[in-house]
């Protein structure tokens, strides 16, 4: 696993020893920034079910303003510790916390891009996208990038936000939902 672009292209990041932390495959980490490449530059950033950490440590590589990292595994979150580390990117404008997903996206604190990968098995990525509508942590035009199973039903969107674009890779699909301006 590597930074693809940016300030600390190439940089090698560590991956998981067991199967508790499931990263995103180099082929689909790079088709996502294809796909969002002129979204990141000066963003505010939340990574989400961090586990290794590695998109939104791609997106602060690329220019993103600053990154929120959220994991509820004390190993990962160690593990994006020492991955924001050996990247370089370890500065005043990232955050690393410890706590379930649900309790995060309560605190209302908002972001213009978010990256939604938790663990396939758990289900729950339907109840975080209808929390993360309901309770209106996106700012205008800020985008929810969901990665699930193909097979994987999401929530209709709440207004202001949009179902984008879906894109499919293998037994994975990307999602995009937007937030429209009021």
């Not at 002129?38 to 303003?65: C, H, K, M, P, Y």
């Not at 289900?123 to 929390?131: A, Q, T």
């Amino acid at each position: 696993m590597r930074v693809i672009s940016g300030t600390a292209r190439g940089r090698k990041l560590k991956e998981p020893a067991g199967m508790d932390i499931r990263p995103t495959s180099d082929r689909i980490k790079e088709s996502i920034f294809n796909i969002i490449q002129f979204d990141i530059e000066g963003r505010r950033v939340l990574d989400l079910f961090a586990g290794t950490g590695q998109l939104g440590i791609e997106a602060l590589s690329r220019g993103a303003a600053s990154a929120v990292f959220v994991d509820e595994s004390p190993a990962a979150i160690r593990l994006v510790r020492e991955n924001l580390k050996s990247a370089g990117l370890d500065g005043p404008n990232v955050r690393v916390v410890r706590t379930l997903a649900q309790s995060f996206v309560r605190s209302g604190e908002k972001f213009d891009l978010v990256f939604l990968d938790p663990p396939y098995h758990t289900g729950v990525i339907g109840e975080i996208l209808r929390m993360i509508m309901e309770i209106d942590i996106m700012t205008e035009n800020g985008i929810i990038l969901c990665e699930t199973q193909a097979d994987t039903p999401l929530p209709e969107p709440l207004p202001p936000y949009e179902k984008g674009r879906e894109y499919h890779y293998g037994r994975v699909k990307i999602t995009l939902y937007i937030r429209r301006g009021a």
